[in-house]
């Protein structure tokens, strides 16, 4: 499992700079744009600040293109994974000198939060509550990965995990329509689901422009996307 995982980044980091351009995202595309999609930047103001909820459609998409873990093992994992929720916050000020002075991971704890409706739901504190031992080890082989990948910045992300369901009700559904939302000290960052990384890409049928899944209109003509999930009759009469 420690192999996969180490493997998989490395591949990451080679994969997520190719783009090309095809009917379809590929698969490094859409892991490209989620992560992108998923972490909210500050860096006015001499302020480093960066919200990533890493949701369970990263590792799902980062295992499957690693291809070292089969569909069931993935799937295994997935269900590892359901109870949580990760958000990882980098949070630094930039001194005068240049130098950034980090916050600690026990100062964001207490000011981290996602919301269920508009209830405020805490961070599980990681020393008393049961964690799965799997999603703790994932946790820490990440870190040193991030640390290679960007230095000081990486060594001072911090996760976090938070429970995926209140009161027996998922808090956020990645595959439909939903909002998610993180509260951070005065940063209130909400997502629109699904993914925009997720959704297949539109035709415009008048210019032929492959389009994000989110756009109802052509933006360059005007004119209306259809989806291709409308073409299909809803219901066939019966005879
Ligand atoms: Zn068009």
């Keep these: 499992m420690r192999t996969a995982i180490l493997l998989l ?31 909210y930047l500050d860096t006015a103001n001499d302020k480093m600040l ?47 000198l240049g130098a950034v002075k980090y916050q600690e991971y026990n100062d964001i704890q207490q000011n981290i939060f996602i919301l269920s409706g508009e209830e405020k739901v805490a961070a599980l504190d990681r020393n008393k509550e049961k964690i799965d031992p799997s999603v703790s080890m994932l946790l820490e082989i990440f ?10 910045m990486g060594s001072n992300m911090n996760f976090y995990l938070f429970p995926a369901e209140l009161e027996g009700k998922l808090i956020v559904n990645e595959k439909k329509e939903d909002l998610f939302t993180i509260q951070y000290k005065e940063y209130r960052q909400e997502w629109e689901l699904p ?26 003509d005007g004119k209306k996307l259809v989806s291709k999930k409308e073409l299909i009759p809803v219901a066939l009469p019966k005879k």
């Design 9 to 39: 980044f490395c591949s990451l980091l080679i994969t997520l700079s190719s783009q090309q351009s095809q009917a379809q995202r590929s698969p490094e595309q859409k892991l490209d744009l989620l992560t992108t999609e998923t972490q």
């Design 50 to 96: 960066m919200l990533w909820w890493i949701p369970n459609t990263f590792w799902e998409l980062s295992l499957a293109m690693d291809g070292s873990m089969g569909a069931e093992e993935i799937a295994e994992f997935m269900e590892t994974l359901k109870p949580y929720i990760i958000v990882a916050v980098l949070d630094g000020n930039m001194s005068a």
């Design 143 to 152: 870190k040193p990965i991030l640390t290679n990948m960007l230095g000081p």
């Design 195 to 220: 993914f925009e990384a997720m959704l297949p890409l539109k035709a415009c049928g008048q210019c032929d422009k492959k389009l994000s899944g989110r756009y109802n209109y052509c933006p360059y």
